[in-house]
């Protein structure tokens, strides 16, 4: 089955700084890529997502890009903010079979003031 | 608000007990998930109802068994307690079979075992 792998587990920024998040996946039919943020105590929220024909998409700071062929994909975010502070889910949903998110095992991200 | 409720939103009981967790997906969505949050872990999915029927089976625990009625809400029945069952449970609600679209994550219940 599909196995999605994210790194790194926590990342510590300064304010203003940008932050990187990578993923990959195994499933090379796998062709929906969702990001979750979840804030301390609260649900995940989709913040943005990428389908497989699409490279790259961005909504106001953040972007995802898509590398079908290296089965990664990643999370941009600029201008780090303190509120940027949360846990960064990354998930692919395989192409095959019945159909369930597969989520990353999540990324700590930490912006100081 | 994801328009999907979960309750109870916290619950602590002791070993060996049984709980019931109770969701209401949003509306017009047929699929409901369920997922394990322990402390600073990642989602670990559980199980997954379609329009009332069992549609995929993640690493769900013998002792813990979901259903989803007629009305489209859903219960995940978590029996013999153990301390290792303290977590976070959500419940998330897609439109479709599969999430081909958003899912909507509930509130959570916050289970503590004693």
């Known amino acids: 089955g599909e196995n999605v792998e994210q790194h790194p587990s926590t990342l510590s920024v300064q304010e203003g700084d940008s932050a990187v998040i990578k993923c990959t996946y195994s499933d090379s039919a796998s062709n929906y890529f969702p990001w979750y943020k979840q804030e301390l105590g609260k649900r995940p929220q989709l913040i943005i997502d990428?389908?497989?024909?699409?490279g790259e998409k961005k909504d106001q700071r953040i972007a995802v890009t898509l590398n079908k062929t290296a089965k990664h994909f990643s999370l941009h975010i600029t201008e780090t903010q303190p509120e940027d502070s949360a846990v960064y889910f990354c998930?692919?949903?395989?192409?095959?079979?019945?159909?369930?998110?597969?989520f990353g095992t999540g990324t700590r991200l930490l912006v100081s003031p | 608000d994801s328009g999907v409720t979960q309750t109870p939103k916290h619950l602590i009981t002791a070993t060996g007990q049984r709980v019931t967790l109770r969701c209401s997906p949003r509306?017009?969505?047929?699929?409901v998930y369920w997922y394990q949050q322990s402390l600073d872990q990642g989602l670990q999915f559980l199980i997954q109802?379609?329009?009332?029927?069992?549609?995929a089976k993640g690493n769900i625990l013998e002792r813990f068994s979901a259903q989803q009625f007629p009305d489209l809400h859903s219960e995940l029945n978590l029996s013999s307690l153990e301390l290792g069952d303290s977590a976070l449970y959500f419940c998330a609600s897609s439109v479709e079979g599969g999430p081909s679209g958003e899912l909507f994550f509930g509130e959570g219940s916050r289970l503590t075992v004693l």
């Open positions: 109802y379609y329009n009332g029927e069992e549609r």
């Open positions: 509306s017009g969505d047929l699929s």
């Open positions: 998930a692919a949903l395989p192409g095959t079979g019945f159909q369930k998110l597969v």
């Open positions: 990428i389908r497989s024909n699409v």
